[in-house]
């Protein structure tokens, strides 16, 4: 009766570590993850003054997709996110904040993010900064 339980014991240790020891290829961080070329930006929301003061600020798509164009997620512990849009980096932070949500503080103030779709190669988010009508859909892809 002892051996059975000791192999009991054992063999519940041992399928514990193995499920405990599961690598997380599910969760929106782990999926979110590493270096994602970006495709295209398109914007809405800037009035026409806002325009007219700054022409940086302008509704519309802008195309990337070379490989000075991406977004990097980092897998370091502070969240960050590198942002290259034609050679110009930024670096930010990122905080997942429901299972298809996440925000993201970077360039253009704090983005709040919900997920459009995500898969193994690519990645569609709906970006809105906070306070202001601005939505920035991002369009990326592996």
């Known amino acids: 009766m002892k051996r059975q339980i000791t192999i009991l014991s054992l063999f519940l240790l041992i399928a514990s570590t193995i499920t405990s020891c599961k690598k997380d ?3 929106l961080k782990a999926q979110m993850l590493g270096k994602w070329t970006l495709n295209k930006i398109v914007t809405s929301g800037y009035t026409a003054e806002e325009t007219l003061k700054d022409p940086k ?3 519309g798509t802008a195309t990337y997709g070379t490989t ?7 897998p370091n512990n502070d969240d960050q996110v590198e942002l290259s849009l034609s050679g ?3 670096i930010g932070t990122y905080v997942i904040i429901y299972s298809d949500r996440f925000s993201m503080d970077i360039n253009d103030g704090l983005n709040y993010c919900k997920i459009n779709s995500i898969t193994a190669n690519k990645l569609e988010f709906t970006a809105k900064i906070d306070k202001t009508n ?4 991002y369009s990326l892809s592996r």
């Open 68 to 74: 000075s164009d991406y977004v990097d997620f980092k």
């Open 88 to 90: 110009n980096r930024t």
């Open 134 to 137: 601005i939505t920035k859909v």
């Open 57 to 59: 600020k302008i509704n």
């Open 25 to 27: 290829e599910t969760s």
